[in-house]
């Protein structure tokens, strides 16, 4: 079973600094892994996706990586902003059923 | 807009009660999917489904059931025999370039 972990919890970082969000997982046949962000008491809402044949998505301002050879994907967010301040999270899937495992997530906040 | 809506938002449940919580999908998406999370905790596969009347349990089926009598519709039962029921469902439906999009949630309470 894939298990996936996100280290660390929480962090805090000043308005305009890079955030960088880690993200592991145990099983390398992983089919595809995304990333989802979650103000408090609220769904999800989708970032990026990777395929297990890409390396890295980027979207505006966001950009993730994919290693499957050392288990790991990384979220880039550059110039961090106040409202990027939310939970990060990430999930992988190992088959095309879209089973996905969940990370804890990062809580991140940004401090104007 | 297409989205997802569930209904209700809050839910409270008295012991012994089964409740059912709603999930409306008007994307023309096949694959639905319910999941939970406790707090400080990822989410958790409960039950999905790739088609019309049929669904397969996930990682922790137990005390909950579903039904897909139709594309748009994918609602959760949580029965009396749910020992821990308190949390935050999360619905989802899957896009054809596999992204998963959810609903706001539903906040359920034992009394």
């Known amino acids: 079973k894939q298990e996936v972990t996100q280290i660390p919890a929480a962090l805090s970082v000043p308005e305009g600094e890079n955030l960088v969000l880690n993200c592991s997982f145990t099983d390398s046949a992983i089919y595809n892994l995304q990333w989802f962000r979650q103000d408090p008491g609220k769904g999800l809402t989708s970032l990026l996706l990777?395929?297990?044949?890409?390396r890295e998505q980027t979207s505006g301002r966001l950009n993730a990586s994919l290693d499957k050879s050392s288990g790991r994907s990384t979220l880039y967010i550059a110039a961090s902003q106040p409202g990027d301040s939310a939970t990060y999270l990430c999930?992988?899937?190992?088959?095309?059923?879209?089973?996905?495992?969940f990370g804890a997530g990062t809580q991140v906040v940004v401090t104007p | 807009d297409g989205g997802i809506t569930q209904s209700p938002k809050y839910l409270f449940r008295k012991e012994g009660q089964n409740v059912t919580l709603s999930c409306e999908q008007n994307?023309?998406?096949?694959?639905m999917y319910w999941y939970r999370q406790d707090p400080g905790q990822g989410l958790r596969l409960i039950y999905y489904?790739?088609?019309?009347?049929?669904?397969q349990k996930g990682d922790i089926a137990e005390g909950y059931s579903v039904s897909r009598e139709k594309k748009e519709s994918f609602p959760l039962t949580v029965t009396s025999a749910q020992k821990n029921p308190t949390a935050f469902y999360l619905c989802?439906?899957?896009?054809?370039?596999?992204?998963?999009?959810f609903g706001p949630g539903t906040r359920l309470t034992v009394l």
């Open positions: 489904s790739q088609i019309v009347n049929d669904f």
């Open positions: 989802a439906s899957r896009g054809r370039k596999d992204t998963q999009y």
């Open positions: 999930a992988g899937a190992t088959d095309s059923w879209g089973k996905l495992q």
């Open positions: 990777i395929q297990s044949s890409q």
């Open positions: 994307l023309n998406h096949d694959a």
